[in-house]
């Protein structure tokens, strides 16, 4: 940044980059899980980020060392090491058209249950107006 003013114009697109993937968290991921592990595995690809988010600190702090120019003032260091780590953006957008599209498919569905009984056993249903079986 040069003069303040271009942080007025930078803070929308980065904004943007940072907060419009939670937007698409809420709408894309419950769709790939089927119902019983709907908000569990949406849960899990949420929180995962942020498990990648805490290395990411370590990370970010290797490059600024690795980007030392030896000045203690110069601001270089951390520029390169933050344009390093928004590489990420660019790598989940490149990755996007690999996602399954669920654009008119239903939502997974659980298995359905099993035609027979695990057990061999079948209830026997009484019906209308019949007679109770004799007891032995």
Request: a negative charge; charged letters at 10%; one cysteine or more.
């Amino acid at each position: 940044m040069q003069t303040p003013f271009d942080a007025y114009w930078m803070m929308p697109l980065m904004g943007a980059a940072q907060l419009g993937p939670f937007a698409g968290f809420a709408i894309y991921l419950p769709e790939l899980f089927p119902g019983s592990l709907r908000s569990t595995g949406t849960s899990f690809c949420y929180n995962f980020g942020r498990f990648a988010a805490a290395g990411g600190s370590f990370f970010s702090a290797y490059l600024t060392r690795l980007f030392s120019t030896g000045d203690p003032n110069s601001a270089l260091p951390l520029r390169y090491s933050a344009i390093t780590m928004c590489a990420i953006f660019l790598i989940g957008l490149f990755t996007l058209p690999f996602a399954p599209e669920t654009r008119g498919k239903p939502l997974p569905e659980d298995a359905p249950p099993p035609d027979e009984p695990e057990h061999g056993f079948e209830p026997v249903l009484a019906t209308a107006g019949a007679a109770p079986a004799p007891a032995d």
